[in-house]
């Protein structure tokens, strides 16, 4: 079976862009969530959804960043325009929320350069 | 809030020799605690998790976990460490409660496992 599939795996842009990661999440799997990882910061949640609909999102960091699920499918974290500290690899991961016992099943991630 | 602590930014091992990597939790209820490995530039992989039941869980790859619930602490184990096992690993507690809408894990800040031969 597919895991969580994340693009692109690799984002090298200046700042002032825009970028778009992609996310698609395992086939069932009604949990989505989007982390963040820095050294500095570790692991961030930044959102997530259920059923398509945002939980929490406090995690955002700020107006630059937003994220949609337009269907149980697939889903885009967006940040515009971007900066230099927004640099991270970026996490998509996903889980069936009603019977599960909690482990999420994480991509391979999208490192972000911003230059 | 729910919260992990792993004390060690690095734990160094022979190999064959055992290692613990260690972790204590703050959660209000029950606490729902994970382990995850990290290869470079790899995602976060799922090792083993507690839930209810024997404190003693096994895993993949031969670790397993020890809950301890007068100490707080989820240590994780393996009895003979391998080179192959050097990766960053990461405790974390479910946010929420078992079912519920707060299915979101927090991570500790990880602890970085060097296995030399």
């Known amino acids: 079976d597919a895991g969580v599939i994340q693009s692109p795996r690799h984002e090298v842009t200046e700042m002032g862009q825009e970028v778009t990661l992609r996310c698609k999440p395992i086939?069932?799997?009604?949990?989505l969530f989007w982390y963040r990882q820095t050294m500095m910061r570790g692991l961030e949640l930044l959102i997530y959804?259920?059923?398509?609909?945002?939980?929490?999102d406090s995690g955002m960091p700020e107006d630059r960043f937003s994220a949609k699920m337009p269907n149980a499918s697939f889903s885009t974290l967006k940040i515009q325009p971007s900066e230099p500290r927004d640099s991270a690899v970026y996490f998509c991961?996903?889980?069936?929320?009603?019977?599960?016992?909690?482990?999420?099943?994480f991509g391979e991630g999208s490192r972000l350069t911003v230059l | 809030a729910q919260s992990v602590a792993q004390p060690e930014d690095q734990v160094n091992v022979a190999e064959g020799n055992p290692l613990t990597v260690k972790c204590t939790y703050s959660?209000?209820?029950?606490?729902?605690l994970f382990w995850y490995v990290q290869y470079p530039n790899r995602g976060l992989q799922f090792l083993l998790k507690?839930?209810?039941?024997?404190?003693l869980v096994k895993g993949s790859y031969g670790f397993e976990a020890e809950f301890n619930k007068s100490q707080t602490s989820f240590h994780l184990k393996k009895p003979s460490a391998l080179v192959s096992d050097s990766a960053l690993y990461f405790c974390?507690?479910?946010?929420?409660?078992?079912?519920?809408?707060?299915?979101?894990?927090?991570f500790g800040k990880g602890t970085k496992l060097s296995v030399k031969p």
């Open positions: 086939s069932g799997h009604n949990s």
């Open positions: 507690y839930i209810t039941g024997d404190n």
């Open positions: 959660v209000s209820g029950n606490p729902y």
């Open positions: 974390a507690v479910r946010a929420g409660s078992y079912g519920g809408s707060q299915g979101n894990l927090i």
């Open positions: 959804f259920n059923n398509n609909v945002p939980i929490d």
């Open positions: 991961a996903s889980s069936f929320i009603a019977t599960n016992t909690g482990e999420l099943f």
